[in-house]
């Protein structure tokens, strides 16, 4: 029996990779699979399987999705090799498209052994706001378990908002990060997986002592608080 985790969120800039790599390096040796226009996780090298969506939106609306499901056929066959436990990481615009289409193929990954989980990242943005609920109640009907992550990149989510789309689900937050100047850069150039490689020497001689020790100290802990979140996701991947 292979447990598949799916990360997804309609809206885009929510930091829904940042968890999907979080959950990488968590569940050491995981698979993942990365639907999305462009390839980011590139850090993890063959751990990796890209499946570029090229159907733009215009397209999807103008045949009500079947630009982008033929695009699927894909992704469902990898999924049905998996045979451990694999990382999907669903990217903007697809996920609502990427959901119907699974639900439609869940039963016979059911009959196969294939459980699903599925965890929706949310922030208080209006659009990631309206789109969780929706994609919370797709995954509802096949999923073993559902997954939230509130992050605070912009506040936290109001008490009540949270308590309509929680129930059942499995909820853990991000605080905001307030990174050193400098330090965004070796996230976007490695993810978090190359936090822990930094070497402080190069990062004193680049930065000086003062900052090269606050960007040390900030991505750190950034890490460290991706990896929090995504603890209930790794402990229920490899369960």
């Keep these: 029996m292979a447990r598949i985790l799916l990360i997804a969120q309609e809206k885009g800039g929510v930091g829904k990779t940042v968890f999907a790599r979080a959950l990488a ?12 226009s462009s390839h980011r996780m590139r850090e993890l090298g063959d751990r990796v399987k890209f499946f570029k969506m090229r159907a733009d939106r215009e397209a999807i ?29 669903v990217g903007a615009n697809t996920s609502v498209t990427f959901l119907k289409v699974l639900s439609e193929a869940a039963p016979l990954f059911a009959s196969e052994g294939i459980e699903f989980g599925v965890c929706v990242v949310v922030t208080n943005e209006p659009g990631a706001l309206a789109e969780a609920p929706n994609l919370l109640t797709l995954a509802k009907p096949w999923a073993k378990a559902l997954f939230l992550i509130e992050n605070r990149l912009h506040g936290v989510v109001l008490p009540n ?67 929090q979140a995504v603890r209930p996701l790794a402990e229920w991947l490899v369960g």
Excluded: C, N, W
Excluded at 25 to 36: F, K, L, R, S, T
Excluded at 67 to 74: C, H, L
């Design 25 to 36: 390096e968590a569940v050491d040796g995981a698979p993942v699979i990365e639907i999305d």
């Design 61 to 89: 609306e103008k045949t009500g999705g079947k630009a982008s499901r033929a695009e699927f056929d894909a992704v469902l066959s990898a999924i049905e090799k998996a045979s451990i436990a694999t990382i999907v990481d």
């Design 161 to 227: 908002a949270l308590k309509k789309m929680t129930e059942g689900v499995i909820v853990s937050s991000f605080e905001h990060q307030s990174l050193e100047e400098g330090a965004d850069g070796y996230l976007q150039a490695g993810g978090l997986s190359t936090i822990a490689k930094l070497d402080p020497a190069k990062l004193r001689e680049k930065h000086g002592i003062g900052p090269s020790l606050r960007i040390h100290r900030d991505l750190e802990k950034f890490r460290l608080e991706a990896m």
